[in-house]
T-cell receptor, first 112, second 113 residues
Framework: AQSVTQLDSQVPVFEEAPVELRCNYSSSVSVYLFWYVQYPNQGLQLLLKYLSGSTLVESINGFEAEFNKSQTSFHLRKPSVHISDTAEYFCAVSDGSYIPTFGRGTSLIVHP | DVKVTQSSRYLVKRTGEKVFLECVQDMDHENMFWYRQDPGLGLRLIYFSYDVKMKEKGDIPEGYSVSREKKERFSLILESASTNQTSMYLC????????????FGQGTRLTVV
């Protein structure tokens, strides 16, 4: 069965600092990868996704993630965070199933 | 825009009550999901449906049932609510292909007292 590991449950950073949220998955077969963001008391929203092609994918608000097949990773990065980026971030993987597997989430806390 | 609507944002119910959580999506998606979200545990799948009247158990189906009589609507039923079912419940839907993302509702925060 597929598994997704988000190693950091909480990542505190100062505003304008860079950040990386780590995600590793277990499957070695073809996968589709997603990052979702959840703001307080809301549902999850898709942040970005990797389906095929370029291994570097970007979101409209400055986040990017790189698919690394050899390391089975899909880490999320942003060069300079804002207070408004404070949220819970979930990595998800889909392989041969219609059911995506989610990681446990990483709480990004941006301090002024 | 795809819209997934959950009928309630907040609910307070008593132990032993039968509870219905409703979810409607407006994009003709084949797949619909119910998750519960608890601190430190992430999202855990309760039930999944890939077509009308079809359902599959997820990781934690005990104490829950579901109903999908119409393609756009997927209901989660707590047969006899208990305090350990206090949680955030998230409904999601997706197209019937594994490369597509899931679209989530706003969530229902259920408190059982």
């Amino acid at each position: 069965a597929q598994s997704v590991t988000q190693l950091d449950s909480q990542v505190p950073v100062f505003e304008e600092a860079p950040v990386e949220l780590r995600c590793n998955y277990s499957s070695s077969v073809s996968v589709y990868l997603f990052w979702y963001v959840q703001y307080p008391n809301q549902g999850l929203q898709l942040l970005l996704k990797y389906l095929s092609g370029s291994t570097l994918v970007e979101s409209i608000n400055g986040f990017e993630a790189e698919f690394n097949k050899s390391q089975t990773s899909f880490h999320l990065r942003k060069p300079s965070v804002h207070i408004s980026d404070t949220a819970e971030y979930f990595c998800a993987v889909s392989d041969g199933s219609y059911i995506p597997t989610f990681g446990r989430g990483t709480s990004l806390i941006v301090h002024p | 825009d795809v819209k997934v609507t959950q009928s309630s944002r907040y609910l307070v119910k008593r132990t032993g009550e039968k509870v219905f959580l409703e979810c409607v999506q407006d994009m003709d998606h084949e797949n619909m999901f119910w998750y519960r979200q608890d601190p430190g545990l992430g999202l855990r799948l309760i039930y999944f449906s890939y077509d009308v009247k079809m359902k599959e158990k997820g990781d934690i189906p005990e104490g829950y049932s579901v109903s999908r009589e119409k393609k756009e609507r997927f209901s989660l039923i707590l047969e006899s609510a208990s305090t350990n079912q206090t949680s955030m419940y998230l409904c999601a839907s997706s197209y019937g292909a594994r490369r597509t993302e899931a679209f989530f509702g706003q969530g229902t925060r259920l408190t059982v007292v």
